[in-house]
């Protein structure tokens, strides 16, 4: 443990910016194993640009955090026995252990290099060409070019700084969707309730279908995937396992256009999962990376040997998450969403920075035209519209205007427009990168919803009662709310607490056409790490109660442990109470109500803005609390749960 106790390297020349500047998307499958000369030249290339410069910031951050940490975790060791520690978490894997699930087939199925291959369908040229897709940045590169270094997420200019023959297709998303459709198609076939994780991967339970047809998981894998080369002339790879977290990491062992079935055996699963770099887990990024690294662990393996420290450092780390992770267990259930469950519909473009009025309400009628006919699709219509944009800072900030109405909203793009037009126009003159809208306090045209159980009504009711049912905690832990961590359908935890994953951006000073829109949630908060105008909020103390750090200890009592179980239970500092706080009228009809917490607002639109960007600020805000107290003593951090994934494999 002697080496997890250095302190990281404070250069900015370091290792560690090299490999933030080459972005994450590093972990594709047919990237070179070595990508040293790679990050090399990537870093050439950015120098100069506003991206290089956020980027050496925000690693320089994370280097001051990580040095936080530590000390930390030398406050909170000192004098603990850790051999007592450590056997109180060896009974609790001895629990998760006796709970393994190995009585579901599990079936992860992610399209190979999606985009680029339609391309090819309709392309024949590009069949033998090293090229991608995309325009100013890259949203899916084919696996030649992939021998290359060149990867989704990339600027084009620094793709052709790495391979100079590269040919770039512009996209189109109309034919991807076409396509989409098709394959889920096929895929439904085998579960009608497979749960599509994007456009081009899912998940399957294919229990059922192997037990009525008498087949093997494999034969069964084999059949689905010719189906798919037969009909759509695509190529999926697959992974099958006993849980989702295996499957999705078992289909990228044999891509492309292959499969791989890990044993249902716990010793088999283990192993497997010992060796595992911890990057490989879904949902454990290049930060979270970094931050395991910092403690020692690399691998799936080394969470068992430093699990006496993640025990004390559960806040910070996540024990039940990476103790899952450790062991290869995970959910296994696989539903599809249902619609009360929806929280929003958003639409959104990423462009190269603009400020030219004209060519920004251009944009955001692009937007409105998108969310017109994902509405009118769907069936939906809302109370709530917010206005998102990002300005030409490679900051992180996501600035929000609202309005909120007492009547359902027109969803014809012209009106959609006006009000997002109506927004905007304060904030002007702008020089933005990114715009969208957003329409939340949904009500499904489809069915009556006030009167269903579980319908969006019941999201929007008062929150005062508290969790009651993994289902509801969910939905709270949605929203922002509630102490509890992410969860699966089954209980399980599916996300390491307390540091955001940073979203992908785009250098400036180079072009880039439209990224592709989806509908977003109502409260990803996780997409916005940086502050917006000074909202009138609440103290960042008065958020969630810290969860219980208390250290894992067999069921005797151990004095020794005190001292630091003292120390990790202090509470947050309560500076900054005395600030203002949002005005809450006592009368509901002279109110709005905010779409992300639902908390009555009293005022004109200009106090719900400040509230909801407060609201959506709270994850950036629970970071800065968590951070802030490590000197002296954690606090609950936030969460990472919704992630954005470009459509490329």
């Known amino acids: 443990m002697q080496d997890a106790k250095q302190q990281p390297e404070p250069s900015q020349d370091s290792e560690s910016l090299l490999r933030r500047l080459a972005g994450p998307s ?8 070595d990508q040293t000369d790679i990050n090399k030249v990537i870093a050439e290339a950015s120098k100069g640009s506003k991206f290089y410069d956020n980027e050496k910031r925000k690693d320089k951050d ?11 975790r030398d406050e909170v060791t000192n004098g603990v026995d ?9 009974q609790l894997i001895a629990k998760m252990e006796a709970n393994r699930d190995l009585s579901q087939i599990i079936v992860h199925v992610d399209m190979d290099a999606f985009y680029a291959n339609v391309e090819l369908l309709d392309n024949p040229e590009l069949v033998g060409k090293i090229f991608a897709v995309g325009h100013g940045v890259l949203t899916t590169a084919s696996y030649e070019a992939r021998k290359h270094g060149v990867r989704s997420g990339m600027p084009e200019y620094i793709a052709k700084k790495l391979c100079p023959e590269l040919v770039v297709v512009s996209c189109n ?26 456009v081009d991967e899912g998940y399957l339970n294919i229990t059922p279908y192997c037990e009525e047809h008498t087949l093997t998981a494999p034969e069964c894998v084999q059949q689905m995937r010719d189906t798919v080369q037969r009909e759509t002339k695509l190529t999926v790879s697959a992974g099958i396992a006993p849980n989702r977290l295996l499957a999705k990491i078992c289909s990228d062992n044999n891509k492309p256009n292959g499969q791989f079935q890990l044993e249902f055996d716990p010793q088999v699963i283990k192993s497997f999962m010992h060796e595992l770099s911890i990057r490989k887990v879904p949902g454990v990024g290049r930060v979270n990376e970094r931050l395991l690294e910092s403690i020692g662990i690399k691998t799936c393996g080394d969470i068992y040997v430093y699990r006496g420290v993640l025990s004390l450092m559960d806040k910070q780390f996540g024990l039940h998450f990476l103790l899952q992770t450790h062991l290869g267990i995970a959910s296994n259930v696989v539903q599809p969403g ?26 955001l009628e692009e937007v409105a035209a998108e969310l017109e006919a994902d509405m009118d699709g769907g069936g939906w219509t809302g109370k709530t519209v917010t206005l998102k944009y990002k300005l030409d800072t490679y900051q992180d900030k996501v600035f929000t205007r609202a309005k909120s109405f007492d009547r359902w909203i027109s ?7 006006e009000i997002g037009k109506e927004l905007l126009i304060p904030e002007l003159p702008v020089k933005i990168r990114l715009i969208g809208l957003r329409v939340t306090k949904l009500k499904d045209l489809r069915v009556d ?24 905690r969910r939905k709270l832990e949605d929203a922002g709310i509630g102490d509890h961590p992410s969860l699966s359908q089954d209980g399980f935890e599916e996300a390491m607490p307390g540091f955001l994953e940073d979203e992908e951006v785009i250098p400036s000073g180079h072009d880039a056409t439209d990224s592709v829109s989806a509908p977003t949630s109502a409260v990803q908060s996780e997409e916005i790490t940086g502050k917006r105008r000074p909202p009138t909020s609440l103290p960042a103390s008065s958020f969630n109660k810290p969860r219980s750090s208390t250290p894992i200890v067999p069921d005797k009592p151990h004095s020794s442990s005190s001292t630091s179980d003292d ?14 706080q949002p005005k809450l009228c006592e009368n509901p009809d002279e109110t709005q109500s905010c779409p992300i917490c639902t908390k009555p607002i009293r005022g004109d639109n200009r106090d719900l803005n400040e509230h909801v960007d407060f609201c959506l600020s709270r994850g950036a805000i629970r970071e800065a609390q968590a951070m802030a107290s490590v000197g002296s003593s954690p606090s609950r951090a936030t969460k990472s749960s919704t992630r954005k994934k470009p459509p490329d494999k």
């Open 82 to 90: 850790m051999g007592q520690v450590e056997a109180g978490v060896d």
């Open 567 to 580: 120390r990790l239970r202090k509470p947050s500092s309560s500076k900054g109470k005395d600030k203002a």
């Open 62 to 72: 994370l280097t001051e955090k990580i040095a936080r940490i530590l000390k930390l």
């Open 173 to 198: 998303f109309s034919r991807y969707s076409e396509m989409s459709k098709q394959v889920m198609s096929i895929f439904r076939r085998y579960d009608p309730n497979m749960l599509a994780a994007s």
């Open 411 to 417: 969803t014809k793009k012209e009106d959609l427009f």
């Open 449 to 472: 919803t006030d009167n269903q159980p579980g319908s969006i009504k019941r999201f929007f009711e008062s929150l005062e009662a508290g969790p009651s049912s993994p289902r509801k």
């Open 338 to 363: 249902t619609r009360e469950e929806r929280k929003s519909i958003g639409a959104e473009r990423t462009f190269t920075a603009i400020d030219s009025k004209d060519r920004i309400f251009k944009k």
């Open 26 to 33: 590093t972990t594709k499958a047919g990237l070179a194993k």
